[in-house]
């Protein structure tokens, strides 16, 4: 019989933190406050995240040591299983051999509580009262949620209006967590007012909630905002999903000419693809690590390389970042933790210098792959997962027309068991096909007033 899953023992959960940041060639550019424009230090950061995350979000280490107590809550789910995709590669009829990381065994079935059991714990160690967050499919607060009831620290999330609709289990989920859910744009803050004064049916993003809850954050010298993606320290956490996978490939007997995730800010593709950047840097492996984004929302693929703000309201420091201007609202799609404006600090640099790849796929092309990847392998994807399904099919089918085999290994980042409204909309024909235009583009970085990059 054919090895079909590959496994790992507790005791071999990741020991320590992968930071990409000492191999990178050319490093981050920094952070600038916006009033100044000068450089800022972590003081600068200290009013939202507890000093321990701070450190680590400039941190020049290769390998963190990660706590006893947040391994031990690893181990409820961790080591996550890798599946060889037999039925997908037939389905295909390719000769490329496919894998996957299967993060949806989580307690809150995706990715995210790699980093929110982290930052909950060093908050706790602070002595943080209350915590509060975005989250666009809901997935990043749930896993908060989650976290945070384990360390006894209340939790506030924004959730975008949109998902907040559509997904009203993601809701339930929060609140069984013990977390209090308010649909963002919201009547609590002076952002979500500024908002619903300019657009009272907004469907909300991601920039307008982090806003909310950075707003939130600093009324209360005992509560922190939390942020589930973007940030160098949230990539830093989630690198235990790639270093468990280079063990199981390995006990596969096998290695990946190419590692793919979906991208929403950039903690999913990180988490996958900076352990296997690292054997590229290291010892000189070839290894592509490309990230797939939704054509609504193409900051890696259309976007520029710019300082902008992470958040609507303009209420961060300005980040190098590829992104489609703060302002931007991206289409109502049901993959909502894609739906931001900007990426990553450190996935833009390593785009930048073309270390990496991105790639875009329309609405409707991700759900036939969603659809055909359950199909062929039994489980239903998140909607921000059949993004880099559609990715991986793509890569297959270059393989049959070449007639070449090559390894490919992808992150499934989650379920979609409580996004089955999106699945029902794509079988009732309401999914249709989206790319933004080059005016609407335009339009948006037209407004973003900010410090070009040489």
């Not at 320590?16 to 490093?27: G, R, S, T």
């Not at 809550?73 to 490329?96: C, H, N, Q, S, V």
């Not at 979609?416 to 005016?439: R, S």
């Amino acid at each position: 019989m054919r090895q079909r899953k590959f496994t790992l023992e507790e005791n071999e959960i990741p020991e320590n933190w992968y930071n990409i940041v000492a191999d990178m060639p050319n490093k981050p550019l920094p952070p600038l406050h916006p009033g100044t424009l000068e450089p800022i230090g972590p003081e600068a950061l200290a009013p939202l995240f507890p000093m321990a995350l701070i450190e680590q979000e400039v941190s020049m280490e290769k390998w963190i040591s990660i706590p006893d107590e947040v391994r031990n809550i690893y181990g409820l789910w961790r080591p996550t299983p890798l599946y060889r995709a037999y039925g997908l590669e037939k389905a295909l009829d390719t000769p490329a051999k496919i894998y996957y990381k299967y993060e949806g065994i989580s307690p809150s079935g995706s990715h995210k509580p790699n980093t929110a059991v982290a930052q909950a714990y060093y908050n706790k160690k602070e002595g943080v009262k209350r915590i509060t967050t975005e989250t666009g499919a809901g997935q990043w607060g749930s896993a908060l949620s989650f976290a945070c009831q384990h360390f006894n620290i209340d939790c506030e999330v924004y959730m975008v209006k949109l998902s907040y609709n559509h997904k009203p289990y993601r809701k339930s989920m929060m609140n069984t967590w013990g977390a209090k859910v308010y649909a963002s744009p919201t009547d609590l803050t002076e952002a979500g007012k500024k908002i619903l004064a300019q657009d009272p049916n907004s469907p909300g993003s991601l920039g307008i909630a982090i806003s909310e809850a950075v707003e939130a954050a600093m009324r209360d010298d005992q509560t922190k905002y939390a942020l589930g993606s973007v940030l160098n320290h949230v990539k830093l956490h989630q690198t235990v999903i790639g270093q468990e996978a280079v063990k199981q490939m390995e006990k596969a007997g096998d290695m990946p000419d190419i590692v793919i995730a979906p991208f929403g800010g950039g903690s999913n593709f990180a988490g996958i693809a900076f352990p296997f950047l690292r054997l590229n840097f290291e010892e000189g492996k070839n290894i592509r690590c490309i990230s797939s984004e939704p054509t609504s929302c193409p900051k890696l693929t259309r976007g520029v390389f710019k300082y902008d703000f992470g958040d609507t309201g303009g209420m961060t420091p300005l980040l190098p970042m590829y992104t489609l201007g703060h302002d931007f609202v991206p289409a109502p799609i049901h993959a909502g933790g894609l739906r931001y404006h900007g990426a990553g600090v450190i996935v833009s640099q390593l785009l930048k210098d073309k270390l990496i790849e991105a790639v875009a796929h329309d609405n409707l092309e991700v759900f036939d792959a969603g659809v055909l990847f359950a199909k062929a392998e039994g489980i239903i994807p998140a909607p921000e997962a059949t993004h880099g399904i559609a990715t991986v099919i793509a890569e297959a089918n270059k393989c049959k027309e070449e007639g070449i085999s090559r390894t490919i290994l992808f992150n499934l980042c989650g379920h979609g068991n409580f996004d089955m409204k999106a699945y029902d909309d794509y079988f009732e024909g309401k999914i249709v096909k989206h790319e933004l235009t080059q005016e609407q583009i335009n339009a948006s970085l037209a407004k973003l007033n900010t410090p070009e990059i040489p």
